[in-house]
């Protein structure tokens, strides 16, 4: 079974920086594009940035500019720095594939607010 780790969330004022980490266990990692969710309280998880096998990566509008994700293949995991936060930020954000997600972790929470 896959599982994902997802830590570093916290409370943050607007325009502060947080940095998330996720750690994979029970996959090859490698050969999979990952990505960053996140969910707002009563709102649909929604896809906040994706990186390929290769390095390749993409993010939503609205955090194009501010974030940054990244991976280490060797040590299978993949990180999350988001930079001059905004309290739309505020969400649980998760780690998992690209495609054909497999089961959610616990996600870290990331509480933007003054």
């Known amino acids: 079974q896959v599982q994902f780790v997802e830590s570093g969330g916290g409370l943050v004022q607007p325009g502060g920086s947080l940095r998330l980490s996720c750690a994979v266990s029970?996959?090859?990692?490698?050969?999979?594009?990952m990505a960053w969710y996140r969910q707002a309280p009563g709102k649909q998880r929604e896809l906040a940035a994706y990186?390929?096998?290769?390095?390749?990566?993409n993010y939503a509008d609205s955090v194009k500019g501010r974030f940054i994700i990244s991976r280490d293949n060797a040590k299978k995991t993949m990180a999350l720095q988001m930079n001059s936060l905004k309290p739309e930020d505020t969400a649980v954000y998760y780690c998992?594939?690209?495609?054909?997600?497999?089961?959610w972790g616990q996600g870290t929470q990331v509480t933007v607010s003054s």
């Open positions: 029970g996959s090859i990692f490698s050969i999979y594009a």
């Open positions: 998992n594939k690209k495609k054909s997600p497999g089961s």
């Open positions: 990186i390929s096998s290769g390095g390749d990566v």
